[in-house]
């Protein structure tokens, strides 16, 4: 094969040599700093230099020094004058590249503005009456131009000294070699006779670290076998040996890493359509497995396997992977076996194309690893996919007409019914859509049937789906829909949740539309980011405006959707498009450096602070606007805020009666004259203040000490649990605390009322409240003055034990000391108030009974019925009023006076402000009430 090899090299190559001798000796010693002929290559071309290594030249470079009508012509030039710089002769060359198939003649570097080579590498090889010496070259790099110059030479030609004449007459023909004698050393570095290549006589002259050898007449032949110590541990050499003795004068290892690349591949149907609506073409099966002995590997995403073997292997290839594993209901998983001693193996999975089940495994597995991958592309983290390995994926399941997830696969039916074989492109995107939404922690209902879809939108980039379930000429869905959001069926297009589900994946095609003219490079990838992102956030079954929130929250680029996000528009269009618009982006900030007050001075005093900013438009100065009201009555007025600095407002509250409540919300405009409420929805919300001068508390009790509570009332019925007032030892089930451990009061307190104290480490029923009901009552509360309210923290479990969520907590309250009660509010049974935990209730006295100075609150805990686990705890009571000052002192700053009167007869004949009397209008009544009233 090597002779073969060089004769047609020759052919090739050889037409323009000039087989002219060079001149004159070559043996020139390599340590010398310069033989003659180097010195006069220097002297004849300056500007020129040696590169050497190891005493030897390894480049010539520098200004141009040879010229000719070709690029060989300048190579050959230069070589017949000087090759004796290298120690070699002219005619001891071929022009034999150092490539397959020996071509000569090399083009290199295009030139970026002509499109064509600058370069041309001319190649010779070294030989000695027809054999050739061990890679032994010189290479000449002529530049594509007028004349050709030659720039550089790049030489590994050895200095063959006075073996040439020597070497006269021992040229043996291959078939004369003492094979079993050249071979015998490198053969003993095997266990078993290795494989031994066919064999070509070279000339040894060293190479690399022993370059400067001696030459001599050698034999190259590659072997390849067992290690001497181990048979399975396979090596493969080439060696070069001494002709004559068999002495190894060199080897080389020719196992770079793997040895055997593996391509698992299968036909697959195109277009990720039913086989019956496409080609099948050659498809990577992505991670597929591979079985060898006892060893196991798995391809990367293309379908590429390498693997380092020992002999002659056999090797499996099935239609399961390192993600999934294939099951083929009814019959028997596509198993390739094939042997390979290495180079490349193939394997082609359905290669028949004539078992429906085989191509749907194929597909099934191809289109469950592209999705598999699509989703980690996007979010490498996803919950469960990141880590799963060998799920299962069942083809030919019976039935047809179906496919289905059922939480733990995804299933495939074969052809009937008057459909298709279902295990095919965007079907299993769906089931396997199905898969993401569950082990993301949603619900499935609609939006598991819309993201199913979706998965296949984003795989496939087109809104038909289901293409060929049942005929090729159209789909079963399609995500390119106008169906709207509907609050009571769903969707426009129908309730069942897979046509309700189109308003998912039309929200993500409207998107994809609107991405792919903004970003045509990248818009897959980032609607794919989101919708898969997304899945995480989602809640229950159900398609709604959340979904659009989510979308614009995971694109936003910071803190804050309501200034808008970088594709605000974009999503927020594609999701209004369905009816699911997300919230308005807010247009303008306002803040209020000292907060918005939750008391308004009756005499009208109170200011508020207010700061306009940008956020998504810019504020107009001096339009800033204060609504206000009474809440029980009218309609809102106006007053404009008074301006600082631009957008930079103070407003000022309006005087109301004492012990009303006061409504308002600020505005200002943009420069373009849209007006922006603060609350962003006002006036649906509102602030709202109490007219007062200040708040009071009429009684207090932190429970720390005794304030006169009655523990039990006579005609209570409990047994055990009643009531006391300590520092409660805590009960615990499970993980839930029954009975308090820590009460309310901050800092030194440690009281409050509970249902009976237990043992440290007693039984959880030991001390609870078993055989009735037992009764918390409050010693006599004034709550007279304006806007009494009664506040307290309060505590209770029915939820643990026996017969749970069965029984009540009532709270009931009393003007009249406690003659007749009302009911405050009722704990349970159900609800989420009584599973134990502090909760605060803060009440309006006025909505249950009118306020008195003999107000009092009782705390009933019951178990009623069936004995159940019933604990209860009271703490932190409070009634506090709001003031009001003197009626005649208007402006509230403490004395009657005239400023009173000033204000009194400036709104002479209204109402409100100065109606001291309350009659409904301001006049001589009001003015001798003040000033019977002052100072
Ligand atoms: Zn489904």
């Given at each position: 094969?090597?002779?073969?090899?060089?004769?047609?090299?020759?052919?090739?190559?050889?037409?323009?040599?000039?087989?002219?001798?060079?001149?004159?000796?070559?043996?020139?010693?390599?340590?010398?700093?310069?033989?003659?002929?180097?010195?006069?290559?220097?002297?004849?071309?300056?500007?020129?230099?040696?590169?050497?290594?190891?005493?030897?030249?390894?480049?010539?470079?520098?200004?141009?020094?040879?010229?000719?009508?070709?690029?060989?012509?300048?190579?050959?030039?230069?070589?017949?004058?000087?090759?004796?710089?290298?120690?070699?002769?002219?005619?001891?060359?071929?022009?034999?590249?150092?490539?397959?198939?020996?071509?000569?003649?090399?083009?290199?570097?295009?030139?970026?503005?002509?499109?064509?080579?600058?370069?041309?590498?001319?190649?010779?090889?070294?030989?000695?009456?027809?054999?050739?010496?061990?890679?032994?070259?010189?290479?000449?790099?002529?530049?594509?131009?007028?004349?050709?110059?030659?720039?550089?030479?790049?030489?590994?030609?050895?200095?063959?000294?006075?073996?040439?004449?020597?070497?006269?007459?021992?040229?043996?023909?291959?078939?004369?070699?003492?094979?079993?004698?050249?071979?015998?050393?490198?053969?003993?570095?095997?266990?078993?006779?290795?494989?031994?290549?066919?064999?070509?006589?070279?000339?040894?002259?060293?190479?690399?670290?022993?370059?400067?050898?001696?030459?001599?007449?050698?034999?190259?032949?590659?072997?390849?076998?067992?290690?001497?110590?181990?048979?399975?541990?396979?090596?493969?050499?080439?060696?070069?040996?001494?002709?004559?003795?068999?002495?190894?004068?060199?080897?080389?290892?020719?196992?770079?890493?793997?040895?055997?690349?593996?391509?698992?591949?299968?036909?697959?149907?195109?277009?990720?359509?039913?086989?019956?609506?496409?080609?099948?073409?050659?498809?990577?099966?992505?991670?597929?497995?591979?079985?060898?002995?006892?060893?196991?590997?798995?391809?990367?995403?293309?379908?590429?396997?390498?693997?380092?073997?020992?002999?002659?292997?056999?090797?499996?290839?099935?239609?399961?992977?390192?993600?999934?594993?294939?099951?083929?209901?009814?019959?028997?998983?596509?198993?390739?076996?094939?042997?390979?001693?290495?180079?490349?193996?193939?394997?082609?999975?359905?290669?028949?194309?004539?078992?429906?089940?085989?191509?749907?495994?194929?597909?099934?597995?191809i289109q469950a690893n592209l999705v598999r991958d699509l989703t980690l592309s996007v979010s490498p983290s996803f919950p469960t996919i990141s880590t799963q390995l060998?799920?299962?994926?069942?083809?030919?399941?019976?039935?047809?007409?179906?496919?289905?997830?059922?939480?733990?696969?995804?299933?495939?039916?074969?052809?009937?019914?008057?459909?298709?074989?279902?295990?095919?492109?965007?079907?299993?995107?769906?089931?396997?859509?199905?898969?993401?939404?569950?082990?993301?922690?949603?619900?499935?209902?609609?939006?598991?049937?819309?993201?199913?879809?979706?998965?296949?939108?984003?795989?496939?980039?087109?809104?038909?789906?289901?293409?060929?379930?049942?005929?090729?000429?159209?789909?079963?869905?399609?995500?390119?829909?106008?169906?709207?959001?509907?609050?009571?069926?769903?969707?426009?297009?129908?309730?069942?949740?897979?046509?309700?589900?189109?308003?998912?994946?039309?929200?993500?095609?409207?998107?994809?539309?609107?991405?792919?003219?903004?970003?045509?490079?990248?818009?897959?990838?980032?609607?794919?980011?989101?919708?898969?992102?997304?899945?995480?956030?989602?809640?229950?079954?159900?398609?709604?405006?959340?979904?659009?929130?989510?979308?614009?929250?995971?694109?936003?680029?910071?803190?804050?959707?309501?200034?808008?996000?970088?594709?605000?528009?974009?999503?927020?269009?594609?999701?209004?498009?369905?009816?699911?618009?997300?919230?308005?982006?807010?247009?303008?900030?306002?803040?209020?450096?000292?907060?918005?007050?939750?008391?308004?001075?009756?005499?009208?005093?109170?200011?508020?602070?207010?700061?306009?900013?940008?956020?998504?438009?810019?504020?107009?100065?001096?339009?800033?606007?204060?609504?206000?009201?009474?809440?029980?009555?009218?309609?809102?007025?106006?007053?404009?805020?008074?301006?600082?600095?631009?957008?930079?407002?103070?407003?000022?509250?309006?005087?109301?009666?004492?012990?009303?409540?006061?409504?308002?919300?600020?505005?200002?405009?943009?420069?373009?004259?849209?007006?922006?409420?603060?609350?962003?929805?006002?006036?649906?919300?509102?602030?709202?203040?109490?007219?007062?001068?200040?708040?009071?508390?009429?009684?207090?009790?932190?429970?720390?000490?005794?304030?006169?509570?009655?523990?039990?009332?006579?005609?209570?019925?409990?047994?055990?649990?009643?009531?006391?007032?300590?520092?409660?030892?805590?009960?615990?089930?499970?993980?839930?605390?029954?009975?308090?451990?820590?009460?309310?009061?901050?800092?030194?307190?440690?009281?409050?009322?509970?249902?009976?104290?237990?043992?440290?480490?007693?039984?959880?029923?030991?001390?609870?409240?078993?055989?009735?009901?037992?009764?918390?009552?409050?010693?006599?509360?004034?709550?007279?003055?304006?806007?009494?309210?009664?506040?307290?923290?309060?505590?209770?479990?029915?939820?643990?034990?026996?017969?749970?969520?069965?029984?009540?907590?009532?709270?009931?309250?009393?003007?009249?000391?406690?003659?007749?009660?009302?009911?405050?509010?009722?704990?349970?049974?159900?609800?989420?108030?009584?599973?134990?935990?502090?909760?605060?209730?803060?009440?309006?006295?006025?909505?249950?009974?009118?306020?008195?100075?003999?107000?009092?609150?009782?705390?009933?805990?019951?178990?009623?019925?069936?004995?159940?686990?019933?604990?209860?705890?009271?703490?932190?009571?409070?009634?506090?009023?709001?003031?009001?000052?003197?009626?005649?002192?208007?402006?509230?700053?403490?004395?009657?006076?005239?400023?009173?009167?000033?204000?009194?007869?400036?709104?002479?004949?209204?109402?409100?402000?100065?109606?001291?009397?309350?009659?409904?209008?301001?006049?001589?009544?009001?003015?001798?009430?003040?000033?019977?009233?002052?100072?």
């Amino acid at each position: 094969m090597n002779f073969a090899r060089l004769t047609l090299s020759l052919a090739l190559c050889a037409s323009s040599l000039a087989y002219a001798q060079s001149p004159g000796a070559s043996n020139g010693p390599d340590s010398a700093p310069a033989t003659p002929s180097q010195s006069a290559f220097l002297a004849e071309h300056p500007g020129t230099g040696f590169f050497t290594n190891d005493g030897g030249i390894t480049r010539v470079y520098g200004a141009a020094f040879s010229n000719g009508a070709t690029p060989m012509e300048s190579a050959e030039s230069f070589l017949q004058s000087w090759a004796p710089i290298f120690g070699a002769q002219f005619g001891d060359l071929l022009a034999i590249g150092q490539y397959e198939d020996g071509h000569c003649l090399q083009p290199l570097m295009v030139d970026e503005e002509t499109g064509m080579e600058k370069f041309t590498l001319v190649s010779y090889s070294q030989f000695v009456k027809g054999v050739p010496v061990f890679r032994s070259s010189v290479r000449c790099l002529v530049r594509n131009e007028a004349g050709f110059p030659l720039v550089l030479v790049s030489n590994e030609l050895k200095d063959l000294g006075d073996f040439v004449t020597a070497f006269s007459g021992k040229v043996l023909p291959p078939s004369r070699l003492d094979m079993k004698r050249a071979t015998r050393y490198a053969l003993n570095e095997f266990r078993a006779a290795p494989t031994v290549s066919a064999q070509e006589m070279v000339i040894w002259a060293g190479y690399e670290e022993v370059n400067a050898a001696t030459p001599v007449l050698a034999v190259k032949f590659i072997a390849e076998g067992g290690n001497v110590f181990d048979e399975a541990s396979r090596q493969k050499f080439l060696f070069v040996v001494d002709a004559a003795s068999g002495r190894i004068l060199f080897q080389e290892n020719m196992i770079l890493n793997a040895d055997l690349t593996i391509n698992t591949r299968g036909l697959g149907t195109e277009n990720m359509v039913a086989d019956a609506c496409a080609n099948e073409v050659s498809m990577a099966l992505p991670y597929g497995k591979i079985t060898y002995g006892a060893t196991t590997v798995y391809a990367n995403a293309n379908g590429v396997a390498v693997a380092i073997i020992g002999a002659n292997t056999a090797f499996t290839s099935t239609t399961s992977g390192r993600y999934f594993t294939m099951n083929n209901v009814p019959g028997a998983e596509s198993s390739i076996t094939t042997s390979s001693a290495g180079g490349v193996l193939d394997f082609m999975h359905n290669s028949a194309n004539n078992v429906e089940l085989t191509r749907s495994e194929v597909n099934a597995y191809i289109q469950a690893n592209l999705v598999r991958d699509l989703t980690l592309s996007v979010s490498p983290s996803f919950p469960t996919i990141s880590t799963q390995l060998n799920w299962p994926i069942n083809v030919g399941v019976a039935g047809t007409c179906n496919a289905y997830y059922d939480g733990s696969s995804i299933n495939f039916y074969a052809s009937g019914g008057g459909c298709n074989n279902t295990g095919f492109g965007d079907v299993v995107h769906h089931e396997y859509g199905h898969h993401l939404v569950a082990v993301a922690g949603s619900g499935q209902g609609a939006y598991g049937e819309g993201m199913g879809d979706v998965m296949g939108v984003l795989m496939k980039d087109q809104p038909e789906l289901g293409v060929g379930f049942q005929t090729c000429a159209n789909g079963i869905r399609n995500a390119n829909n106008t169906c709207q959001y509907s609050s009571t069926g769903c969707s426009s297009c129908g309730s069942e949740i897979h046509a309700c589900g189109q308003l998912i994946s039309g929200c993500v095609w409207s998107l994809r539309n609107t991405f792919a003219v903004q970003y045509p490079t990248t818009y897959r990838a980032k609607l794919a980011a989101l919708a898969v992102n997304a899945m995480p956030l989602h809640t229950g079954t159900s398609i709604a405006g959340d979904i659009t929130i989510d979308y614009l929250t995971l694109n936003d680029n910071n803190g804050n959707i309501s200034d808008g996000t970088p594709d605000y528009s974009a999503i927020n269009g594609a999701f209004t498009a369905h009816g699911l618009p997300g919230p308005a982006v807010e247009l303008l900030g306002f803040s209020f450096p000292s907060g918005i007050p939750t008391l308004s001075n009756p005499n009208g005093s109170t200011t508020v602070t207010v700061n306009v900013s940008a956020l998504s438009a810019t504020p107009a100065a001096g339009t800033g606007k204060l609504y206000w009201r009474n809440a029980t009555t009218g309609a809102f007025s106006v007053a404009n805020m008074t301006q600082g600095a631009p957008n930079e407002y103070t407003a000022t509250l309006p005087a109301l009666a004492c012990g009303t409540t006061l409504q308002f919300y600020f505005a200002a405009n943009t420069t373009t004259g849209i007006a922006v409420t603060s609350p962003a929805n006002a006036p649906t919300t509102v602030n709202n203040a109490s007219v007062a001068t200040g708040s009071s508390n009429t009684f207090v009790d932190t429970v720390e000490t005794n304030l006169g509570w009655t523990l039990t009332t006579a005609g209570d019925t409990a047994t055990t649990g009643l009531w006391v007032r300590a520092d409660p030892v805590g009960t615990v089930n499970g993980s839930t605390q029954v009975q308090p451990e820590l009460d309310v009061t901050t800092g030194t307190g440690v009281n409050c009322f509970f249902t009976g104290q237990g043992t440290a480490g007693g039984t959880l029923g030991a001390a609870d409240v078993d055989g009735g009901y037992t009764t918390l009552t409050s010693p006599t509360m004034n709550a007279t003055g304006s806007e009494a309210r009664v506040s307290y923290y309060r505590w209770y479990s029915n939820s643990q034990g026996g017969a749970p969520n069965a029984d009540t907590f009532r709270v009931q309250i009393s003007n009249n000391n406690g003659t007749s009660w009302v009911a405050l509010e009722t704990v349970g049974p159900g609800g989420t108030e009584v599973d134990g935990g502090w909760i605060y209730k803060n009440l309006r006295i006025a909505d249950f009974v009118t306020p008195t100075a003999t107000m009092k609150l009782r705390f009933i805990a019951d178990d009623a019925g069936t004995g159940s686990l019933i604990e209860a705890a009271v703490d932190e009571v409070r009634i506090s009023v709001v003031e009001c000052g003197a009626a005649e002192d208007l402006n509230g700053d403490g004395i009657v006076d005239a400023a009173d009167v000033a204000i009194l007869l400036n709104n002479w004949g209204g109402s409100g402000i100065g109606d001291i009397d309350g009659n409904g209008v301001v006049d001589a009544a009001d003015v001798a009430a003040l000033l019977n009233a002052w100072g």
